[in-house]
């Protein structure tokens, strides 16, 4: 076993195996069934003997809803009793990546789309993919002449699905850039409560025509970062969730599968980038997110850089030459697009156990309000449920 390997298990991560099933290869599967042309293996064909062949498929997305979460409801939870397998989501762990590992069917080698904070080494620009604006002045990229196309270099399947298309959005990001690029706006619908998605999803399954539809929840995720994903109002919302999920499940002919982008962990201790000492180094700001980092440093300064870096932080942080990363296949299978390679840095950090990483200038928004994190390669931001209903037979 190699060094990155031994590295990984003597610190509790998880080590991403895209052989073992996964999110993307879920996608796949589900795809398949209408008419996409993709890559098939044993994953995509396990997948396809778990999904119900009913006339109505429902995907429900919960952000931050891992497998940690699930497993520790009630026996006779809905959502528990219906878990088919645990599967491993796409590293890094975070939001961006893995909604766009969702809408292509592939891994974060491919698409390019790294996390929250993305460097585009073409454009010369540090930018947020799901915001779609500057990093550091939040102006939006189109204000700049920046092109969707120029970012989201990987189409969405969405729009080429041979079916009835919908995609269900919380209305205050229904109209934002990045949700125009998962679907055009005439599958596109908003949704103000869970009240709105029951009435939608009751309609649809009313109709003739098959359907796939795409229901995205933001809820969980953000209760974590302010709460931790063991609070009250965290347990409260799953609570809610599994109400709306039993409410669905009075539709016939409808298949219900949830899963996450990713799950949460505890964080009890911020460590805070060091930008005096490194800024000198940087041509770009860290980009993916505050769990797991990507650092660009300038020719010269690599040996100074890594020597500081693993003095300074090495007992909350791991840092790794991105390439040693990129060649035990942490990113995807091994089909690594030059473009999306190029939009890392030479160096990654991975934080530890209930670690947070502060990499922005402005401390004090961020310092001490996270109490729940994801990104990095912990079991619990890697780990998400894999659960299926088919609401035609007993649940």
């Known amino acids: 076993m190699n060094k990155i390997m031994n590295t990984m298990l003597k610190n509790n991560f998880i080590i991403p195996n895209y052989n073992n099933l996964n999110i993307v290869d879920l996608m796949r599967a589900i795809y398949c ?83 929250w904070f993305n460097y585009d080494r073409n454009l010369n620009i540090n930018y947020c993919p799901l915001l779609f604006c500057d990093r550091k002045t939040e102006t939006n990229l189109l204000d700049y002449g920046i092109e969707p196309k ?72 953000t209760l974590e970062h302010e709460n931790g994903i063991d609070s009250k109002i965290v347990k409260d919302k799953l609570e809610e969730i599994e109400n709306l999920i039993k409410k669905l ?21 911020d460590i805070i980038l ?46 790794f030459k991105t390439e040693d990363l990129i060649n035990n296949n942490f990113f995807g299978i091994g089909n690594f697009k030059s473009i999306a390679k190029d939009n890392l840095g030479e160096y990654i950090s991975i934080c530890k156990k209930e670690r947070y990483l502060i990499n922005n200038p402005n401390i004090e928004k961020y310092y001490g309000k996270i109490k729940g994190n994801h990104s990095g390669l912990s079991y619990d931001e890697m780990i998400i449920p894999l659960i299926i209903i088919d609401t035609n037979n007993d649940i």
Not at 255 to 261: K, L, P, R, S
């Open 33 to 115: 069934k209408y008419n996409i042309k993709t890559e098939i293996n044993k994953n995509v064909e396990t997948f396809k003997k778990l999904i119900p062949n009913n006339k109505h498929l429902l995907f429900i997305l919960s952000d931050g809803t891992g497998s940690n979460l699930i497993n520790k409801l009630n026996d006779d939870s809905i959502l528990k009793r219906n878990k088919k397998d645990d599967i491993i989501t796409v590293f890094p762990s975070t939001t961006a990546c893995v909604l766009t590992s969702l809408v292509t069917a592939e891994f974060p080698e491919v698409h390019g789309i790294w996390g």
């Open 150 to 221: 120029q970012v989201f270099l990987q189409h969405s399947l969405l729009n080429n699905l041979k079916t009835n298309v919908n995609v269900l959005f919380p209305k205050y990001i229904y109209d934002s850039v990045y949700s125009n690029f998962v679907i055009n706006k005439e599958s596109r619908h908003s949704y103000n409560d869970f009240n709105d998605i029951v009435n939608f999803i009751k309609k649809n399954c009313q109709s003739e025509s098959e359907s796939y539809t795409y229901l995205y929840l933001t809820d969980i995720d």
């Open 249 to 269: 499940c009075e539709n016939k002919d409808l298949t219900i599968i949830f899963t996450a982008d990713h799950g949460q962990t505890n964080i009890t201790k």
């Open 274 to 319: 060091d930008f005096e000492e490194y800024d000198n180094m940087f041509y770009a700001y860290p980009s993916i997110d505050y769990g797991t980092a990507s650092y660009y440093i300038k020719k010269g300064y690599e040996e100074t850089f890594e020597k500081s870096f693993k003095k300074k932080y090495e007992n909350d942080m791991i840092l």
